[in-house]
Every structure is written in C-alpha cells, then in structure tokens.
C-alpha cells in the first residue's frame, strides 16, 4: 500500500515544526553563550553609534546552527516518535496498512534535506561568518585601546594565553624575580597618542589581586603589528619595583628596584587574531586547498581533520535518523515502535 499523501505531510510538519523550536532554542542559547565570552566587543558596539549589534549578533548564528542543527533534530525525532507512539498514531496507521518501513521514509527523507543544511552551516557558511566576526572583534578592539585608557585609566590583560604570559614572564626576567603566579596584567597611561603613550604604568598581579610588580616608564612608542594581532611597548627611562609579599607591596617593606634607559626588546601585548586566518574559520574549498597543499603538511593535515570533523557532524542527522528509528523502546503506555527495515 502506497502511503497517503496527507500522511506524509503531516510527518514532516510536524517533525519539522519541532526541529524549529529545537534548533532555535538551541542557537539563542549558544549564541548568548558566545556573546558572554566576548562582552568587551558588545559594549564597545553599543558605545559605537554606525556598527550594528544586531548584525554584530548575526554573524555567529551560522556557526551556531551547525551545531545545533543536528542536536535539535535528534531531540525533534525523539519527541515526535514517543508522542507517536504514546498516542497510539504509529498503531493506528499499522492497522491501516501502513508499515513501519514506509513511515519511516519521510523521516530519513526530511533528515537528508536537513543533513545538507547542517553540512552547509559547518563547512561554509558558518567558517565563513565566524571568520568576519574574529575581523570586527579585532577591530573594534584596535579601535578602543585608546578610548578605554582614556576613559577606564587602565587596559587589564588576564594571564590565559601564551603570548601574554610570555611578556609578563620577560617583564619578570628583566627585574630578576620569580613570577609564574601573576594571574593579570593592567597596563595605565597618562597622556596617549597613536605612536607615543606618556607616563606608562605595567602592573602584575599576583593570587591576591595585589602588584607584584610596577613597571614605570616615562613614555613608550607604540607600534602595532595588525599581521599577528600585537601590541608593541617599546618603554624608555623605566623603574622596575618588585617584591614577594604581594600583599604589603604598598607598606614600605624590602623590594627589588631597577632601572633602565631602555629596553632591549619590545613588551608584545596580544589584542587580536591577527591577519592571518584561522584554519578553523576557512570556507570548504579554501580549506580542501590547505589539505591538499604540500608545503606545510601539519597545516594540512589539521584542514584534513576539519574537513572529516565537520563532515561528520554535517551528515550526523541523517546518521542519528537510521540510529533512532530501528531502536525498539516502550513509550507511552507499553506500545514498541520498533522500524524493521526487512518488512515490506
């Protein structure tokens, strides 16, 4: 027996008005997870008059559909069969002629249009958007380095990532001291051009929120490297002080002081991304590109494991449609809906 169309129509509807829900749900969701990672940027937006927050926004829903495409059908199919099965339809319709191997081809069909979009949002469209909203966070953060010295009095840098615990580490080397606790940095200027910072104070601070170490510095020339993200201080006529008990820095006990002209390397500050774009943020045939080039083989396996990585979780809810169907389960009031895919 051929299935009616009316049937058919109402699977699809109904899987995909929950597949909707389930993938908006899920998108907002990471979408304000995103946003809470990069709230500097939103305030920076909304102090911004001609930048939208809303196209601002927009850019990482495609990166956050391509993973909630796939979790928000599987817990769409899931719902739609228990719903199925506890009232009683997927019986009704077996006592009508319709098999379960028929009831099930409108279901692998809707999986496949949806495994296209998924694979879309993760190997095209989400790259691709994700990779323009690393470029307005950048510069936006280039653009406000100088506007939050001026307004807040300080920059502050967390200590969580190499090249800031790189500088902070030098900044120690150069005093003579031990610093692997610093947990920030804050870098504060009196006066500030684009190529000259006046007055520049660096403080470290250690696990008490307290300085371990004050460096001052009358002027720095200021160069940015907008290739590799970095902000370089070139410091002149600094004064180092520095002390272990971090906690009576400011009560005149013993400290280590030096001094100097200048220094000998720059102090590098990570801003941004930089030019260069991330592996993770090609779109599918820039990266087969990467994959297929010779000249940097780790380059290229990493965009082979991408490719695989993202393909998989592009085809994945066509795979969980095959997962789920054949999978016997007592829902509702004891009624199994099991697919046998040998009934005809």
Do not use: C
């Not at 696990?207 to 200021?222: F, M, Y």
């Amino acid at each position: 027996m051929k299935t009616p169309k009316i049937i058919i129509r109402h699977v699809i509807k109904e899987l995909f008005l929950y597949s909707l829900f389930a993938v908006f749900l899920i998108t907002f969701l990471l979408v304000m997870a995103n946003l809470l990672r990069h709230e500097d940027s939103v305030f920076w937006i909304l102090r911004k008059s001609n930048q939208s927050l809303l196209g601002f926004i927009l850019l990482l829903v495609p990166y956050a559909l391509s993973m909630a495409i796939p979790f928000g059908f599987a817990v769409a199919l899931s719902y739609s069969l228990g719903k199925w099965s506890s009232s009683r339809e997927i019986l009704a319709l077996n006592s009508l002629g319709v098999g379960n191997v028929r009831l099930s081809l409108p279901i692998i069909t809707f999986s496949l249009f949806i495994s296209v979009l998924s694979l879309f949002s993760a190997l095209q469209w989400g790259p691709i958007n994700r990779a323009y909203f690393d470029s307005l966070r950048d510069d936006l953060a280039w653009e406000n380095v100088s506007i939050i010295l001026e307004r807040d009095g300080e920059l502050t840098f967390n200590l969580n990532g190499a090249d800031n615990e790189s500088t902070a580490l030098s900044i120690f080397n150069i005093a003579g001291v031990d610093g692997f606790d610093a947990k920030k940095i804050t870098l504060s200027v009196a006066k500030t051009n684009h190529y000259l910072w006046k007055n520049l104070r660096i403080s470290l601070y250690g696990e008490s929120d307290q300085p371990k170490l004050v460096l001052n510095a009358l002027e720095a020339r200021i160069h940015r490297d907008l290739e590799r993200g970095l902000l370089r201080l070139y410091p002149q006529n600094v004064d180092i002080e520095s002390i272990d008990d971090e906690e009576n820095f400011y009560f005149g006990v013993d400290s280590t002081f030096v001094s100097f002209r200048k220094l000998s390397e720059p102090l590098e500050f990570k801003i941004g991304e930089g030019k260069r774009k991330n592996i993770k943020r090609l779109g599918f045939f820039e990266l087969l590109d990467v994959a297929n080039e010779t000249a940097d083989p780790i380059r290229s396996k990493q965009a082979r494991d991408i490719l695989g990585k993202n393909t998989a979780l592009g085809f994945s809810p066509l795979f969980i449609s095959f997962l789920i169907l054949p999978f016997p389960s007592n829902l509702g009031e004891g009624t199994p809906f099991t697919v046998w895919f040998l009934e005809f």
